[in-house]
């Protein structure tokens, strides 16, 4: 037994390595979806805040990331997406970095389709502008002479999904889904504080805990928090609702989970070689 954990102990490592990616490849080709409970909790707070939104209101969501974060940040804007529209309510998106312009547009423009939302009716891209918390203190005054047309150069005057939008104050709620800086801090501050704006936020898990005394404080009104606040996202959107697209966010807390336990196993074998080489160097 001893020298069969000895040999265990000794496993090459590219074995491993394949191992790990097996662990992680599968969950995610299969699409394996774990069970995800839902507790009470900021992911949930979101949800419930969307939820008690009446039919026709307006949000904002503002895709304040880039490619490197997608990640964990495009499956909350498309689960957000999913919730904001069958729920019937109009989304008006921007972004506070140039790169999140177009990931947030292809999120609207695949749950609109696939929901048969109409585009200037229902959900309008804004598009990106400079200016960080400057920026959201213009919107502030007037948000049509901060964007006078939309991503594709088309005027906002006239739209139906802008008509009795003025400024910042006839936003029901803002949703910032946040890689840094400038994103949700500055939403807070310059829009939720100065204008009495709900806040809720998504951001990488890395930096989920610096938004926690926003929570606390009830600046914030909800976070979701990385990949498992996407999952979550996902899991209470789906609940009741058949006609949703699946998330990438739980199969993608499948393949994290199962990836841990592969780590977790290696960890405990090759603690158990060690005690058995050293049982046996004793005994010699």
Request: a negative charge; glycine letters at 12%.
């Amino acid at each position: 037994m001893a020298n069969f954990m000895e040999k265990l102990g000794n496993t090459d490592r590219r074995i491993i390595f394949l191992l790990m990616a097996l662990a992680v490849i599968l969950p995610l080709a299969l699409r394996l979806n774990l069970p995800i409970p839902i507790d009470e909790g900021p992911s949930k707070d979101v949800f419930d805040a969307v939820d008690a939104l009446p039919e026709g209101a307006r949000v904002l969501l503002s895709f304040d990331y880039d490619p490197s974060t997608m990640p964990e940040l495009q499956p909350m804007a498309v689960a957000l997406c999913q919730h904001l529209m069958t729920r019937d309510i109009r989304i008006v998106s921007m972004a506070l970095w140039p790169m999140g312009v177009s990931l947030g547009n292809e999120a609207l423009m695949a749950v609109g389709d696939s929901l048969g939302k109409e585009e200037y009716t229902d959900w309008v891209n804004l598009g990106y502008k400079t200016g960080g918390g400057v920026l959201i203190v213009r919107m502030g005054s007037n948000i049509q002479s901060v964007f006078p047309t939309d991503y594709d150069g088309n005027p906002v005057d006239g739209m139906p999904v802008m008509e009795g939008l003025n400024k910042l104050s006839d936003i029901d709620m803002i949703i910032s889904l946040s890689a840094g800086d400038p994103g949700l801090p500055a939403w807070v501050m310059m829009a939720g504080d100065r204008y009495d704006i709900p806040i809720a936020g998504g951001c990488t898990a890395v930096s989920a805990p610096q938004f926690y005394p926003y929570l606390g404080t009830g600046q914030m009104i909800g976070l979701l928090g990385g990949l498992k606040g996407a999952a979550d996202y996902e899991t209470m959107v789906r609940i009741g609702v058949d006609d949703v697209a699946a998330g990438t966010a739980t199969p993608g807390m499948a393949a994290q989970s199962v990836a841990h336990l592969v780590i977790m196993l290696f960890i405990i074998i090759g603690n158990i070689a060690y005690l058995a080489g050293k049982k046996k160097g004793g005994a010699k």
